[in-house]
Structures are given as structure tokens and as C-alpha cells.
């Protein structure tokens, strides 16, 4: 056997792991046996591949083409309800942007989930989320989201967003909220330089975080564009040009990926 | 249009979006608070979890208190998911089974229950072309349980159904416990092999 457990396990203690996967896996075995098997998949990863191999057979074994119990939906949606904290912040879904001077704007939505927060002890979102969102962002813009920044005169990047915002060429948008209670300003300059200034947003609960969102203009997807954080500032990036429209949602802390079902409702309609 | 129509409208709009949706984006979704989408998780797969807990526990109202645990776990703690580790459908049934046998065993008395069920055809209200897949693999899975040997078929179904501990099962056949645990290990893999080779995807991600 090459299995690097074997470094650090007897091969009759291993044999006899092995042995007990299958029982493992439909919750055959006792406290004391599981907690063995438990810590032997946690250095065996082909271990605890044929755990799951097993459970994928079981999972066929169970089937009884029986329905779903009635009555059970509601009292879910009662808990569900019941256990609901109160919302966050009220952002628009639709958001209308002025035309910029000379060439144009930008119009972007605000879709936000039904609930801002579920838990008060939500563990991360699994790494397959974060990977996947990572490779979408890369496709579509260089992101360099600075953080929050405090408002100087000099700053350049304060020099750099006043410049853009008033260059003829730059497309501008303002992200307003149904209530007109909160805004968010966008700007992208002819380079495909971007800045988000959301230092008006309301600052979201430590696990949740803004994120920025892009329409292309080619196909009408919706891929993102980088992580504004929960108290946004004056944040940057950088897009290809073939954005469209701009949009603010807010997930659970670290973001999202786009799957094909983004962020519920947007449309970018240019105006 | 009056506003109850738009109401229905837009509710067979969610529907449909999400009937469409495999099984890990229904359960990003879910991650992002969408109820429609653990709505449609519920419609996928609560009639298996709600079965396999009925055949254990031979009880529909404690069947009934699993389903709710393992759709509100779901919907509490969505990163417990991995979609590179299984379907979803056996995720939710590893719950189901885990939390059963939990109340078995806590619960000896429970221990005396009905004869398994065999294999049912679907069910009422089930989603026919569900159905229809659903009634397919019952026969792959017992033409796959036809192939395991009476003795590697009993301990499977005694620790699967019964709830029983390899050694419980060890004991009640009169076997030693290395014996149990090794048929049912080899039973396990051969009911893969015969599962596969019939073209039921094993690890993949159902709809």
C-alpha cells in the first residue's frame, strides 16, 4: 500500500480502517470505532473518497419514490420565518442613473437577497464558491478594490475619481435605492479605469459584504467584479470596456460567484 | 393583468427558474437566503429523505420532525455542502440517516419495528419525469442488490434500514464482527460496480 498513512500507521491498523469504511458510512459503528474513522479520514483523502462512494450507493438504496410529507413545507417556512432577523439595510432593486454630459451612462441595479442575514454564526462559504468567483473576476476586469479610504483633498485616488468623474468621455452612474435612502456612485473613464464610491452604503453586519457587479454589454451577463467589503469607501477597478451597467448586491462575507442565476433581478438598461 | 395574476405569474417564473437549476446552484441560492430555491430542494429530494426516515423509524411523525431538521440544517448551514464530495441528494439522506439512527439507538424500544418496507413506486403528486427516472433506478438497484451474496445483502440491509451497529448486526446473525463489517464494505462496492455498469452515475450531480 502506498498511502502515506502508512508513514504514521501500522498497516493492520490501516487494513482495519479500511475494513470499517463501508460501516462507517451508513452510521454502522459505535462512538469509539467512529472517532477513529473520523481522524483516519482526515489524513486519507482516498479514504474518505470511498466514504462518500459508499453514501452515493446508499443514497440509491434509500429510494422509495415516496412524496414529500404534507404539511412539513409550511411548518419549515414557519421556523424559517420565525427565526428571520429583522433585514438589513432597504436597497433598491432597479436603479436609475442621469446621462452623462456628453457620452452616455450607465444604468445598474441593486438586487438584494431576501435576507440579509440568517444566523449570527454562519461559517464561511465553502472554497468552491470563492474559487470559481475568483476566475470569473479575472476574465472580466483587473480588480483593485482599495478599501475604505478617508476623504483628503490630495488623495490621489480622490484626484483620480474627481478627474474621471468630469472627463467628457467617462461613463457615470449613480446607484439610488427605491427609498432614495442610500446611493452609491460609479464611474469608469475611457481607460476602463472604474471607481465605486460607496461611502454613503450602510455598514452590513461583519459576515455579510458588498460586491460589485458588472453587465456585459455583449451578452447581458452578469459577472463580478470584485468585493466592496461591509463598509465600503472609495474603491477602484478596472473593467475592459465591454461593461455596460454596474450593479451592488450584498452577499454573505467573502462574496459570491456568479451562477447563472446572479443576483436575482437585474437589468442594465442603457438610458 | 390583474395583480393575483401577475402574483401567479411570477411565482411559476421562480419555479421554472429554479427547475432548471441543478442541485449546487439551487444550493448557492439557498446560501443567498432564496426560499424558492429551498423550495424546489424540498420538492427534489424530501420524498427520499422523508422515506428513508419512515423505513427506519417505521413512525411518519418522527419522519416527518427528520425531514424538517434536515431541511432547515440545510437551509441554516448551506456551506455544509460540498458539491465536490457528493450530490446533494446523498448529503441530505447522510442526514436523514445519521439523525435516525441517532433516535434508534437512543430510543431502544424503537428498535422493534415493522418489517422494512420493500421498494415503492412513486407516490402521488410525485414530479413525473422524476418518476419516471426514479422507477428506472429502483430496478437498476435491485437487479444491483440481486448480485450480493444473502449474507453481504443482510448486513447491508441490517445496517442501512435497521440502524443496527456492524457489531448489533455481528451479534444478531451469530457472525463475528470482522465478518460483518467486511460484507458490508464489499457489499457496498460491488453494488457500486453493478450501479455503475448500468449507467447510474455514482458521485454525480443529480438534478
New interface residues.
Given amino acids: 500500500m502506498s498511502d502515506s498513512t502508512d508513514d504514521t500507521m501500522g498497516s493492520d491498523d490501516v487494513y482495519e480502517l479500511?475494513?470499517?469504511?463501508?460501516?462507517y458510512?451508513?452510521?454502522?459503528?459505535?462512538d469509539f470505532d467512529r472517532d477513529r474513522v473520523e481522524d483516519y479520514l482526515r489524513i486519507n483523502p482516498r479514504a474518505?473518497a470511498e466514504v462518500?462512494?459508499?453514501?452515493?450507493?446508499?443514497?440509491?438504496?434509500?429510494?422509495?419514490?415516496?412524496?414529500?410529507?404534507e404539511?412539513?413545507?409550511s411548518?419549515?417556512?414557519d421556523?424559517?420565518d420565525a427565526e428571520a432577523p429583522d433585514p438589513g439595510p432597504e436597497l433598491a432593486k432597479i436603479f436609475a442613473f442621469p446621462p452623462a454630459p456628453s457620452s452616455g451612462s450607465v444604468t445598474a441595479t441593486i438586487a438584494v437577497?431576501?435576507?440579509?442575514d440568517?444566523?449570527q454564526q454562519?461559517?464561511?462559504?465553502?472554497s468552491?464558491?470563492l474559487g470559481a468567483a475568483a476566475a470569473i473576476v479575472l476574465v472580466v476586469a483587473g480588480v483593485a478594490v482599495v478599501g475604505a479610504r478617508s476623504s483628503t483633498v490630495d488623495d490621489p485616488i480622490d484626484v483620480a475619481y474627481a478627474t474621471a468623474a468630469s472627463a467628457p468621455d467617462s461613463l457615470s452612474a449613480e446607484l439610488v435605492s427605491e427609498s432614495s435612502s442610500f446611493r452609491a456612485a460609479g464611474v469608469v473613464d475611457a481607460g476602463g479605469q472604474g471607481f465605486m464610491d460607496g461611502a454613503d452604503l450602510p455598514r452590513l453586519d461583519a459576515d455579510m459584504t458588498y460586491q460589485l457587479w458588472g453587465v456585459l454589454s455583449s451578452t447581458g451577463d452578469v459577472v463580478s467584479i470584485g468585493i466592496l467589503g461591509d463598509e465600503p469607501g472609495l474603491e477602484t477597478f478596472t473593467v475592459d470596456g465591454d461593461v455596460s451597467a454596474l450593479a451592488i448586491t450584498i452577499?454573505?462575507a467573502p462574496g459570491?460567484?456568479s451562477?447563472?442565476?446572479p443576483v436575482g433581478a437585474y437589468v442594465g438598461d442603457l438610458v | 393583468m390583474s395583480s393575483d395574476q401577475a402574483d401567479s405569474t411570477e411565482e411559476s417564473d421562480v419555479r421554472q427558474e429554479f427547475s432548471d437549476s441543478s442541485d449546487s446552484s439551487l444550493v448557492v441560492s439557498i446560501a443567498r437566503f432564496r426560499q424558492d430555491a429551498l423550495a424546489e430542494a424540498y420538492r427534489r429530494h424530501a420524498g427520499a429523505v422523508f422515506g428513508l426516515a419512515k423505513r427506519l423509524l417505521s413512525d411518519d411523525a418522527r419522519a416527518e420532525e427528520i425531514v424538517q431538521e434536515v431541511f432547515l440544517r440545510l437551509w441554516n448551514e448551506p456551506n455544509r455542502f460540498d458539491p465536490d464530495r457528493g450530490t446533494l441528494r446523498s448529503f441530505l439522506l447522510a442526514n436523514a440517516h445519521g439523525r435516525a439512527v441517532d433516535l434508534i439507538r437512543a430510543d431502544v424500544s424503537r428498535r422493534r419495528r415493522e418489517e422494512r418496507e420493500a421498494l415503492q413506486t412513486a407516490g402521488a403528486g410525485y414530479d413525473v419525469a422524476r418518476e419516471v427516472w426514479d422507477l428506472t433506478l429502483a430496478s437498476h438497484v435491485r437487479t444491483a442488490l440481486d448480485q450480493l451474496s444473502g449474507a453481504e445483502r443482510t448486513a447491508v440491509e441490517l445496517a442501512y434500514f435497521g440502524g443496527l451497529s456492524y457489531r448489533e448486526v455481528a451479534k444478531r446473525l451469530g457472525e463475528a464482527e470482522g465478518t460483518i463489517k467486511s460484507r458490508i464494505r464489499s457489499g457496498l462496492k460491488k453494488l457500486k460496480v453493478e450501479l455503475s455498469s448500468s449507467g447510474v452515475m455514482i458521485g454525480s450531480e443529480g438534478q
Fill in positions: 479500511d475494513e470499517l469504511l463501508g460501516a458510512a451508513l452510521d454502522a459503528v459505535d474518505a462518500q462512494e459508499h453514501r452515493e450507493v446508499a443514497s440509491m438504496l434509500a429510494f422509495t419514490g415516496m412524496s414529500a410529507p404539511g412539513v413545507w411548518r419549515i417556512m421556523q424559517i437577497p431576501q435576507r440579509t440568517r444566523t454562519r461559517a464561511p462559504r465553502s468552491w464558491l452577499e454573505r459570491v460567484v451562477d447563472g442565476n
